[in-house]
Nanobody
């Protein structure tokens, strides 16, 4: 069973930056598309960004375009979410999730297709 572990969350002031990491144990992430999601208190979980197994294809929610950057380092078996120009409305628990790509290097799953999930990391943007 693929296990994902998020790290890098914390408290940051508005305008600040954080880098989240999503690491896997026991299995390689090379063959998985990875997505980042977030859930704020009282709100539904929403997709934030995703990256194909090759890293060549990415997608972002409109609310984070130009501020967040997703990347992957398959040698380190880790996917990153660089978050810049953070706003209070970015406050949420952030989750990473994986979906097997079956060899499709450019494949980006729909938000509802991810089937392996981490436990989440809290991001709080506040002065």
């Amino acid at each position: 069973q693929l296990q994902l572990v998020e790290s890098g969350g914390g408290l940051v002031q508005p305008g600040g930056s954080l880098r989240l990491s999503c690491a896997a144990s026991r299995f390689t992430l090379d063959y998985y598309a990875i997505g980042w999601f977030r859930q704020a208190p009282g709100k539904e979980r929403e997709g934030v960004s995703c990256i194909s197994m090759s890293g060549a294809n990415t997608n972002y929610a409109d609310s984070v375009k130009g501020r967040f950057t997703i990347s992957r380092d398959n040698a380190k078996n880790t996917v990153y979410l660089q978050m810049d120009s953070l706003k209070p409305e970015d406050t949420a628990v952030y989750y990473c999730a994986a979906k097997g790509s079956m060899g499709r290097r450019w494949y980006l799953p729909s938000w509802g297709e991810y089937d392996h999930w981490g436990q989440g990391t809290q991001v709080t943007v506040s002065s």
